[in-house]
């Protein structure tokens, strides 16, 4: 008992600090972990003949998906798909766990959000944190050298999610890569084009796609006074800035990371610049980044992808964007990242700039990102043999929690099922015509369904097609059957002819491809 008394007690404290936390307004994301916690606790006392109580919830930083949600989903799915094959794009599959080693060492000080799963005396194992190193793994394993592949499935990070932000840890993650040795920028080209096609087909709202490059970054730490060791981690704070301000990016850089003052200063002049071709053109002038080699190879390919984005038509949404830094280890060239803005907002580069955002989606921030890692399939290969490789991540559960918020905001229903036709009757005993009527039209590919129920009322089966967006309804009755039709009622507008069984199929085919 003194262990049940024990329980009780800690009840009763978790009990205060939620309501504590909730008197206090405290974030959503807060308010949830202490109700679980209590509830983990409740489960503990178990019911009250004994039996132990199950805590009925997802876990942290995962959510269900409801038909509503999941219709929505699939029409995201469905234009991202449609717009990868447009691009002759094929699709592969890989394990949702790889071996420890092949993720250990790839994402920077992002190492530590990876899921290490227990070890169960054989391999060590974790699940994989995206999909591009798989993809490169599976490309040295095969000794593929060129493929251009689409590939969309979950991935797991063990972060603190924020999920209005459509942050969690597990989520699908929409990937296309071209690998091969190819012409300087043509395909990274393409992918902007891409990302610029998704964008505007999923009318999220206004968007622009920032640019830079790897060599230019670490061409203007190299100028600006930053140690080599220093790099990665310098840049790992740099991609800190659509999410801080620059002050707090700079003592991130001087107090933690132990960068001289001056660099530091240095650095932020060449990170608030933002331009296009003209901008490359200037930095390839400019006194000190002149001095980089790399910068100056990274701006000439920066100054080429324009030309090329020209010819795509998607200059109107692309900046050069010398603060863009993408914190993964395995760029090597071009880096992109596509944020979506307020409606007729310039490119916003923090997330809802230090208050509340005027508008839910611009907290959302970035929606798209990628760029070129020509080293990553060397890693794996035993003779190191490289393959160029550029590619780009749709973020879907960002994009996917705008959508939602604009189906409920909108007063559109969202039709969950596609059944195009309710076969009814309207008097008794007539299941089995209906059946019959039922099996022609699931024969010749209509999708229809029935009443699961001998005799139903013609009011319950009518409703149940408003209900549901059905569009139309077969109705069989005696005369019907008599005569040799089918009585075909428009749910919208109420109207009823005569159709010959013959003829029916047609028009259900007919009216359903006019809708």
Not at 296 to 319: N, P
Not at 401 to 418: G, P, Y
Request: glycine share 8%; net charge negative.
């Amino acid at each position: 008992m003194e262990g049940k008394a024990q329980v009780q007690e800690a009840i009763k404290i978790q009990g205060e600090v939620v309501r504590k936390l909730k008197s206090e307004k405290a974030s959503k994301e807060q308010i949830d972990e202490e109700v679980a916690k209590l509830l983990e606790l409740k489960a503990q006392l178990g019911g009250d003949d004994g039996k132990h109580q199950f805590v009925l919830k997802t876990a942290k930083g995962t959510r269900d998906y409801n038909p509503k949600q999941m219709a929505i989903r699939e029409k995201v799915f469905n234009t991202i798909i449609s717009c990868f094959k447009r691009h002759g794009a094929e699709t592969i599959d890989t394990p949702v766990f790889e071996l420890k080693e092949t993720l250990t060492g790839k994402y920077g000080e992002d190492s530590k959000l990876i899921y290490d799963l227990k070890d169960q005396g054989g391999e060590l194992l974790s699940l994989r944190y995206d999909l591009t190193v798989p993809f490169a793994r599976y490309l040295a394993m095969n000794k593929i050298t060129n493929i251009k592949r689409y590939h969309i499935a979950k991935v797991y990070r063990r972060d603190n999610p924020a999920m209005t932000r459509g942050r969690y840890r597990e989520f699908y993650q929409c990937d296309f890569d071209i690998a091969g040795q190819y012409d300087a920028m043509i395909p990274d080209a393409e992918c902007l084009k891409i990302v610029h096609e998704i964008l505007s087909e999923l009318d999220l709202g206004d968007f622009r796609i920032k640019v830079n490059d790897r060599r230019i970054l670490d061409g203007m730490f190299a100028v600006c006074g930053v140690p080599d060791d220093k790099f990665r981690t310098i840049c790992s704070t740099v991609d800190k800035l659509d999410k801080m301000p620059w002050e707090d990016v700079k003592k991130e850089m001087v107090n933690e990371k132990g960068l001289s003052e001056e660099a530091a200063d240095q650095i932020g002049e060449y990170v608030s610049m933002q331009g296009g071709m003209d901008l490359a053109e200037r930095l390839l002038q400019d006194q000190k980044m002149s001095q980089s080699k790399q910068a100056c190879a990274g701006l000439s390919d920066i100054k080429l992808l324009f030309s090329y984005l020209q010819l795509f038509q998607v200059t109107d949404k692309v900046v050069f964007d010398l603060s863009l830094a993408r914190g993964l280890d395995y760029y090597t060239g071009v880096i992109y990242e596509g944020v979506l803005t307020q409606a007729g907002v310039a490119p916003v580069s923090t997330e809802a700039q230090n208050g509340a955002p005027a508008e839910e989606s611009v907290s959302v921030g970035s929606v798209a990102g990628g760029g070129r890692y020509d080293g990553l399939v060397g890693m794996f290969d035993p003779k190191s043999r490289k393959v160029p490789c550029v590619g780009v991540s749709i973020g879907i559960e960002r994009i996917f929690s705008i959508m939602e918020q604009k189906a409920e905001a909108s007063a559109e229903k969202v039709r969950t099922t596609e059944v195009q036709v309710m076969v009814a009757s309207a008097q008794k005993n007539l299941l089995e015509e209906r059946l019959k009527l039922l099996t022609e039209l699931w024969n010749a590919g209509i999708k229809a369904e029935v009443m699961y129920k001998k005799n139903p009322k013609l009011l319950s089966q009518l409703q149940h097609c408003e209900e549901s967006g059905i569009p139309l309804v077969a109705i069989l009755g005696e005369q019907e059957l008599k005569d040799g039709v089918v009585k075909l009622r428009v749910v919208a507008t109420r109207e009823e002819v005569d159709i010959s069984r013959a003829d029916l199929i047609g028009e259900i085919r007919r009216r359903t491809s006019e809708a």
